[in-house]
Nanobody, 126 residues
């Protein structure tokens, strides 16, 4: 059973950057869907970016296209989310999640994913 641990969150000013990490243990992330979601208080969980680790096929929410980049490091069994040009509306708890890679591009729908990390907080001030 794979376990996911997120890290890299923090507080930054608008326009700044952060890189989130999603480290997997217990199993490899090969040929799987890994996605980043975020949830702000009072809001539904929103899919941000996904990657199919079989051949790095990525997908992004419109709200982050051109600013966020999802990537993988197979040697470290880790998926990253590079976030640039951050805006106050990016403030949220960020979660990574994984599921099997039977649907590519990997969906950005939370119910599709069965394994989740504990989350890491991102706060962007204006």
């Amino acid at each position: 059973q794979v376990q996911l641990v997120e890290s890299g969150g923090g507080s930054v000013q608008a326009g700044g950057s952060l890189r989130l990490s999603c480290a997997a243990s217990g199993s490899t992330l090969s040929r799987a869907c890994v996605a980043w979601f975020r949830q702000a208080p009072g809001n539904e969980r929103e899919g941000v970016a996904s990657i199919y680790t079989g051949y790095s096929r990525t997908s992004y929410a419109d709200s982050v296209k051109g600013r966020f980049t999802i990537s993988q490091d197979n040697a470290k069994n880790t998926v990253y989310l590079q976030m640039n040009s951050l805006k106050p509306e990016d403030t949220a708890m960020y979660f990574c999640a994984t599921c099997d890679g039977t649907v590519v591009p990997c969906p950005l729908k939370a119910p599709r994913y069965g394994t989740w990390g504990q989350g890491t907080q991102v706060t962007v001030s204006s």
